[in-house]
């Protein structure tokens, strides 16, 4: 694995009031966009995992169990008795996955790669990418996605589709999905913390129960989709990688940088003619290594994307 060390990381990044420009001349300029992306672009789409938007479809959970956010929450809710656990996870799974998110961030970013050949590399399981309309045979989203059951063993490397189940469960708590899909609960309806017995999804071959497929431990499943989408991704590398390339990188962290952030970086360094652009609200920066080629712009990712 490429590692942190490769690069002197203490030069401040090359910035300027120019960056806004100069990457909307390399996105005009290149042939292909690598775009990669992690959780602060479903944040600035207005995906949060707590304040308003967590209070509303989990009130009762936070006050039972004092629930900081959405997110611990769903690590929380694993020791419980599971006709509960899927009730907290049938409604996460839906508000950030079948539900848009408030702000079209995705959207805007598509309208910007939409002629060109794009690939997507994200580690953001909230299925938004799909949903804005990118090609899905353009993503590959490697720690999984919320959409998706495996078996918790695993048995077997195979996944699947949630979205019929996870409407029954939160219907069965007394949500009502409206017709624009957003999750409502009628008036005087007290919502029920459990699912039925019945709807606890469970193993269609060993019998154990389901989980959820997301990179969290050694048993996450790599199904053939997953394998296929690794495919084609180092496919349009091999393809590009002496032509004029843009590496975007939109709102990585620091919590998983070797899956986008430093492969860029290593592949940046060696390809002759690519670009690194690094967006990113208080953390954009490019190691000096690749200052000549980088482009930093630091600041709300919808707001920047707006002016491209
Ligand atoms: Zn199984």
Redesign the pocket.
């Known amino acids: 694995m490429f590692g942190f060390h490769n690069f002197n990381t203490q030069k401040p990044s090359h910035t300027g009031e120019d960056s806004v420009k100069r990457l909307k001349q390399a996105l005009a300029d290149c042939d292909a966009v690598v775009i990669g992306a992690g959780a602060g672009l479903s944040t600035s789409a207005g995906f949060t995992y707590s304040g308003e938007r967590f209070e509303r479809y989990f009130h009762d959970f936070i006050e039972k169990y004092r629930l900081p956010d959405m997110y611990s929450g769903g690590f929380y809710v694993m020791r419980l008795p599971p006709e509960e656990l899927w009730a907290y996870w049938s409604r996460y799974i839906y508000v950030n996955r079948c539900m848009n998110p408030p702000k079209p961030v995705y959207e805007k970013l598509l309208e910007l790669v939409r002629e060109k050949d794009y690939f997507v590399l994200t580690t953001n399981v909230d299925h938004c990418f799909q949903k804005a309309g990118f090609d899905k045979h353009r993503l590959f989203y490697t720690q999984g996605d919320y959409g998706l059951w495996q078996?918790s063993?695993?048995?077997?490397a195979k996944t699947y589709d949630n979205a019929e189940t996870v409407r029954a469960m939160v219907e069965a708590q007394g949500f009502v999905i409206a017709e624009d899909g957003a999750l409502t609960v009628p008036e005087g309806i007290t919502l029920k913390m459990t699912v039925p017995t019945e709807l606890v999804p469970l193993?269609p071959?060993?019998g154990?129960p389901m989980s959820m497929n997301l990179r969290a431990d050694d048993t996450f499943v790599e199904d053939e989709g997953w394998h296929r989408a690794a495919e084609r991704y180092s496919d349009f590398l091999r393809r590009h990688q002496n032509g004029k390339v843009l590496f975007l990188e939109t709102a990585v962290g620091w919590n998983t940088p070797g899956i986008v952030k430093y492969s860029f970086w290593r592949m940046v360094k060696e390809w002759q003619r690519a670009t690194y652009a690094c967006l990113n609200y208080g953390e954009a920066y490019a190691p000096e290594e690749i200052a000549g080629k980088s482009i930093c712009i630091d600041g709300d990712i919808g707001e920047i994307l707006n002016q491209l």
């Not at 063993?153 to 077997?156: E, I, K, L, N, Q």
Request: hydrophobic residues 20%; proline residues 11%.
């Open positions: 078996c063993v695993p048995c077997h193993c071959v060993c154990k």
